[in-house]
C-alpha cells in the first residue's frame, strides 16, 4: 500500500483515493488539506465499473491505490475545492458533491462549537473515509490537531477496548452492535449518530449503559450533520416548505453543486432541498419524518414508512424491519414490511404484525404484505435501500454490513 509521503499533491489537484480505511488515512487527510488540494475518497467495497464511471465523471488529476500513485493530469487550478464526496446512491447512481474549504471548516469547526470539544480530546475513526461522516472525523485532525484514533474499519470488541478516545461517530446499526457488545459507552463525551433513523428504543438501551447521544441530521450535499439534537449548528438555518413540509437547508456548510453537472436542487433564494421532510415540535426542534420518494399513498392515505417501523420494532420475533410500498390493483400501492426475524424457525405472521401495528397507528397504515428476509439492503453508512424493496420482481438483496470495510 503506498504510504502518504509518495502523494505529492499541488494546489488545485483533485486527489482520488481508493485504500481501505486506517491510520494511513489520518495523514492523507492532512497532507491533501495542508497542499492547498482536493480529495476524492473512493469505496474499497466497490465494485470497479462503479469506481471506474465515478472517476471518469469526477476527473481526478492523481489516482490511489493499492497499486501506487499516478498523476493523471496537472492541477486544474481550483483552490476553493476541498472535498468531492460521493452521495450514498439509495435512489439511483451516486453523484459527485464538491464541498469548498470554507464550507468544510465552517463544518468541522461549527461541530467543536456545538460539542464543547477542543484539540486535546482526541477522536476514534471507525466510519469509512469513502463517506462524509468518516471524513469530517479525520479532517478534524487536519483542521484542529485534534488526535485522531483510526481503526481499520468496526470492530466492537476494538472499541471496547478503546480508552483515549472522547468522541465518536457511528451510524445506529454500529450503536447496536455496541450496546449488543456490552461495551463501555459512558466513557464516551458524546457519541453522534447520523446516517439513519435512530429507533428510540436503542437509543433508550445506549443511554442506560450510560452513553452521551447526539444525533445528527445532515446530507452530503450539506457536508454532513448540522443538525445536532434538533438544534442547527452556528450559521445554518432551517426551515420547512409550506406546501410540501421539505426540509430546507442555508448556511456556509452547503456544498457547490454535482461535479459535471447541472443539477441543482436549490430554490431560487439559495436554500437547499434535502428531499426529507419533517416538522418542528413545540420546542423548536426539528423532526424528520422521512424521505419524500418513500411516501407510500395507499388508497388515497399517506403512510411514511418510518412510522410503520417504529411500531413494529417492538415485537418480539422482529430483529430488523423496514417498510416500502409496492404496486396494488386495488389499493394503488400497498405497505409492505420487510422483516428480518428474531428466530428463523418462528418468523411473524402478517395478522400478528397488524395488530402490533395498530396499537399505535391507524389500521390503513398497518402492512398489507409481508416479506421475510435473512438481512435487509442498506448502504454502507445504514440507509435502507427501498428502492430494491419496492421492486416486486425480486427479493431484495442485501448489502454489506456497515462494519464492513
Known sequence: MPRSENVEPRPGDLVAVRLPAGPAWVRLVADVWSAGAALLPLDVRSPAPEVGALIERARPTIVVDGEGVTRRAPPTGDRELALVVPTSG??????PVELTRRAVRAAVEGSAEALGSGPDDPWLSCLTPAHVGG???????????????????????AIARERKARFVSVVPTMLGRLVRAGADLSRFRAILVGGAELPASLREQAERAGARIVQTYGLTESCGGVVYEGRPLRGTRVRLDPLTSEILLEGPTLMRGYRGSKDRPFTNAGW???????????????????????????????????????????????????????????WGTRVTAFVVPADPADPPGLEELRE???????????????????????????????????APSEPPSASEPPSAE
Do not use: C, M, N, Y
Request: proline share 9%.
Open 90 to 95: 439509495t435512489s439511483g447512481e451516486p453523484k
Open 135 to 157: 471524513l469530517l472525523v479525520l479532517l478534524r485532525g487536519a483542521l484542529l490537531g485534534t488526535p485522531v484514533i483510526a481503526h481499520r474499519g468496526f470492530d466492537p470488541a
Open 272 to 330: 437547499l432541498r434535502t428531499g426529507d421532510v419533517g416538522r418542528i415540535d413545540d420546542g423548536g426542534r426539528l423532526r424528520v419524518e422521512g424521505r419524500l420518494d418513500d411516501l407510500i399513498v395507499t388508497g388515497g392515505e399517506k403512510v411514511w414508512p418510518e412510522e410503520v417501523e417504529r411500531a413494529l420494532r417492538p415485537h418480539p420475533k422482529v430483529a430488523d424491519v423496514a417498510v416500502a410500498g409496492r404496486p396494488d390493483d386495488e
Open 356 to 390: 402490533q401495528a395498530a396499537r399505535s397507528l391507524p389500521r390503513f397504515k398497518a402492512p398489507r404484505e409481508l416479506v421475510v428476509v435473512d438481512r435487509l439492503p442498506r448502504t454502507p453508512s445504514g440507509k435502507v435501500r427501498r428502492s430494491r424493496l419496492a
